[in-house]
C-alpha cells in the first residue's frame, strides 16, 4: 500500500497492491524505454575520447550524467542476478576513467582494448591489441592487486562497470 497525493481532489489517496504494481510496472516501462536514446548519446559522446584519455571536463561531465541516466535505467545501482548471463561474450572498451588505461593509450598505438568473459567456466581476459612489428599484437592487461568491480547496468549490447577505485567502464558487446 502506498498514499499519494492526488493534485485535481486536493486530497491524499490511498493506492491497493494492484494499483501500486501497476503504477510501478508503467513508470518502468517508461525509464527502460529512454536507455536506447542513452546508450546512443553516450557511445557518441565517448567515440574520441580515446578511451577517455582524450576528455575535456565539460565533457566528462556530460558523460558522468549520460552513465548515471543509464543506470537509472536499470531499476537499481546493481543489476539482478538474472543478468549475469549477459556477461559472456566479448566486450570492446569505449570509456573509462582508469588512469592506468590512459597511461597506455597515450603511449602506445592502441587499436581496441576488449575483455572476453565465459561464465560456465568462470573466465575472464583482458586485451589490448596494438599495432606493430607490421601487424597486430594481442596484449594481456589484467587488474592489478585485490579490489572488485561491478556492473551497475547492463544489457545485451551495454555494460557499465564500476570498480573499488571509484572507475568507470563503458562497455560495448561484440560477440
Known amino acids: 500500500m502506498k498514499i499519494e497525493w492526488d493534485a485535481q481532489r486536493g486530497e491524499k489517496k490511498l493506492l491497493g497492491v494492484r494499483q501500486l504494481y501497476l503504477s510501478n ?79 597506455i593509450v597515450n603511449t602506445l598505438p592502441v587499436l581496441s582494448i576488449t575483455q572476453t568473459i565465459d561464465i560456465e567456466i568462470a573466465y575472464a581476459f583482458d586485451a589490448i591489441y596494438v599495432e606493430g612489428f607490421g601487424g597486430k599484437l594481442k596484449l594481456p592487461f589484467g587488474p592489478r592487486g585485490g579490489g572488485w568491480t561491478e556492473a551497475s547496468y547492463i544489457d545485451t549490447g551495454c555494460r557499465v562497470m564500476q570498480n573499488s577505485l571509484g572507475d568507470t567502464l563503458l562497455f560495448k558487446k561484440l560477440s
Open 25 to 103: 510496472k508503467t513508470m518502468v516501462r517508461e525509464i527502460w524505454n529512454k536507455a536506447p536514446k542513452i546508450k546512443e548519446q553516450l557511445f557518441e559522446a565517448v567515440e574520441t575520447t580515446q578511451y577517455g584519455a582524450e576528455v575535456e571536463a565539460e565533457e566528462a561531465v556530460e558523460i558522468d550524467n549520460l552513465i548515471a541516466q543509464l543506470e537509472k535505467c536499470s531499476g537499481s545501482r546493481i543489476p539482478p542476478a538474472s543478468s549475469i548471463n549477459k556477461l559472456s561474450g566479448t566486450w570492446e572498451l569505449c570509456y573509462t576513467t582508469e588512469k592506468s588505461v590512459h597511461s
